[in-house]
């Protein structure tokens, strides 16, 4: 029988394999690299739920889902969130389908610039260089950037800027004027994102599949999911021993009240230094959401 498969894209956009609560740029390419090769694939739907990241990682991406679009039809089906790097890896599928409420577009990108020179000296800590060019350590985090640096990455971010407006233009059958009015940042319902064109028409992960299916004219077929998921056993047990764990750490309403409190404040530590660490684009520019938020 054949096989449409299922794709799940979720988390940050990072540069190389990344972890689970990530999407490896490298990885999930080579994942789709391979379903385009496997002939018993006959049609990929691509669940997107991401805030976007790293601009060359969704390229790397992009590029294989317009590889597969070459050979075998593929749809993006987003999710709460497909927005900006997102929308990047999206927007050469076949057909884009959002929910009502995915949070998507935010066609726009930045630069990050790290600078730990106050940070160093309150640690008694400095840098010393050498350079033999004007721009030979651009990526230095020791000091501020200088006036003719700041141009520089300015030039290179409104560069790529261009690149996502022309290609969101290309991919969309858009004209590049209404698409420029529809970017700089902004974010779209999937509702507003229909009307505007960004994506093709509403609906779940379903309707996507069912797309697939008869773009490329199946009749009967198997869905198989990539990566594969955690089977019911697996997160039962898993949760079992959390309440394990959880249950023999504290005594007592104070105590766990106090473990309860502490052990939110180390989640939302984990999460931010989490954000922190999947801004590891090699040329430092993103497209990503600014915030982070959770859609309940």
């Known amino acids: 029988m054949d096989e449409i498969a299922v794709v799940y894209a979720q988390g940050a956009i990072v540069s190389g394999e990344g972890d689970g609560d990530q999407i490896g740029g490298d990885r999930l390419a080579k994942e789709l690299r391979e379903l385009r090769l496997d002939e018993d694939v006959k049609a990929v739907v691509l669940r997107v739920n991401s805030p976007g990241g790293s601009a060359a990682a969704s390229e790397v991406i992009k590029r294989e889902v317009a590889l597969i679009s070459e050979t075998k039809p593929i749809v993006v089906s987003m999710g709460n969130v497909a927005a900006s790097g997102g929308y990047w890896i999206s927007m050469v599928a076949d057909e884009i389908i959002a929910e009502p ?55 290179f971010i409104d560069r790529i800027y261009s690149q996502f407006v022309s290609e969101v233009a290309k991919g969309r059958d858009l004209p590049e004027a209404n698409v420029r009015e ?43 999911e990539y990566p594969r998921t955690k089977t019911l056993e697996e997160k039962i047990i898993e949760r079992l021993e959390g309440i394990r764990l959880g249950g023999n750490r504290h005594s007592g309403s104070n105590a766990r009240a106090n473990a309860s409190a502490i052990e939110r404040e180390w989640q939302r530590l984990q999460t931010e230094l989490s954000d922190l660490a999947s801004f590891n684009d090699p040329i430092g520019a993103y497209t990503r959401l600014p915030q982070s938020f959770e859609i309940d």
């Open 101 to 155: 409420n995915t949070i998507t577009g935010s066609i726009g990108v930045f630069g990050l610039l790290f600078n730990l020179e106050q940070l160093a000296a309150n640690n008694d800590a400095a840098w010393d260089g050498v350079q033999t060019a004007p721009f030979a350590n651009l990526d230095t985090v020791s000091r501020p950037k200088n006036a003719a640096e700041l141009a520089l990455i300015q030039k």
């Open 182 to 224: 529809i970017a700089r940042g902004r974010v779209w319902s999937g509702t507003a994102a229909l009307d505007n064109g960004l994506v093709d028409r509403l609906g779940g992960l379903e309707t996507a599949i069912a797309s697939a299916a008869e773009r490329a004219q199946l009749e009967t077929w198997y869905v198989e």
